[in-house]
């Protein structure tokens, strides 16, 4: 095998669930026994829309004091880039406050994350060694704030081949075309929120195709694109679209 090989391989098994509890879809964990898309639910606050107060969206966390302060500045680093570009504020929880995010290590918990609000304490799985990593905060986080993949996006036929042959047969639900909320933004390859080329591959090949010549490199996002920014200020509707400048995105990339 190749190292590029092994390289693909490690970012297809990222977004694997290994735990039993709760149920998860890849990486989504689903309350009780109702799957719940980032529509209908993220349509309103009584569905699994964060609220706002005022301009801003407040999102209390609190992190497992099992991470070591390096791995706490990653996720607290996470968070802190929705806090720069959207009308989200993460702000330490109290016990005061009934909902909110944990996150959370367990030896084999892997990455994962309930699609849109819960109520009450709401885990995101960040298992320490493979998932605390600038770019699975923001993907898991992504999901808790009501955003699905990518490529189930109900127009990715018009710009990715899903190869269900070559997908584990247990995994083939999560590339069932979904009726997103695109929120008028285009499909976009760069997502932080995009599958990689051998996501749940059950033979080494390509699970997903990109469409297009030539066909667009996807699925190794570091950070969140553009429009995964642009889509968390229009489904909260934040009062101003922040500008991001060159010098931010440069900024999260070290
Ligand atoms: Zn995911």
């Known amino acids: 095998m190749t190292s590029t090989f092994l390289y693909l391989l490690f970012f297809s098994v990222m977004d694997v669930c290994l735990v039993k509890m709760p149920v998860l879809h890849g990486d989504i964990a689903v309350a009780d026994t109702t799957y719940k898309n980032a529509e209908p639910c993220t349509a309103t606050e009584k569905g699994c829309k964060w609220p706002k107060e005022g301009r801003y969206v407040y999102v209390p966390y609190y992190i497992s004091p099992d991470y070591t302060q390096e791995e706490q500045n990653i996720i607290i680093r996470g968070m802190r880039s929705f806090n720069q570009t959207t009308c989200i504020r993460?702000?330490?929880?109290?016990?005061?406050?009934?909902?909110?995010?944990?996150?959370?290590?367990?030896?084999?918990?892997?990455?994962?994350?309930?699609?849109g609000r819960q109520k009450g304490v709401q885990h995101i799985s960040l298992e320490r060694g493979g998932c605390v990593r600038y770019s699975t905060v923001q993907h898991e986080i992504l999901h808790a704030l009501g955003f699905n993949h990518e490529q189930v996006r109900s127009d990715r036929d018009r710009y990715v081949r899903i190869l269900f042959n070559n997908i584990k047969r247990k995994q083939q639900y999560?590339?069932?075309?979904?009726?997103?909320?695109?929120?008028?933004?285009?499909y976009d390859f760069s997502s932080v929120m995009h599958y990689n080329k051998y996501a749940f591959s059950k033979n080494g090949l390509p699970t997903i195709e990109a469409k297009g010549d030539p066909a667009p490199a996807f699925g190794n996002a570091r950070q969140m694109s553009t429009n995964d920014i642009i889509?968390?200020?229009?489904?909260?509707?934040?009062?101003?679209?922040?500008?991001?400048?060159?010098?931010y995105l440069l900024c999260e990339y070290v």
């Open 90 to 115: 993460f702000i330490p929880w109290n016990p005061s406050v009934r909902n909110y995010i944990s996150f959370f290590t367990q030896p084999n918990s892997g990455c994962w994350s309930y699609l």
């Open 174 to 186: 999560n590339f069932q075309k979904k009726r997103t909320n695109n929120l008028e933004t285009p």
């Open 231 to 247: 889509r968390v200020n229009k489904l909260y509707r934040c009062s101003k679209l922040k500008t991001y400048s060159t010098f």
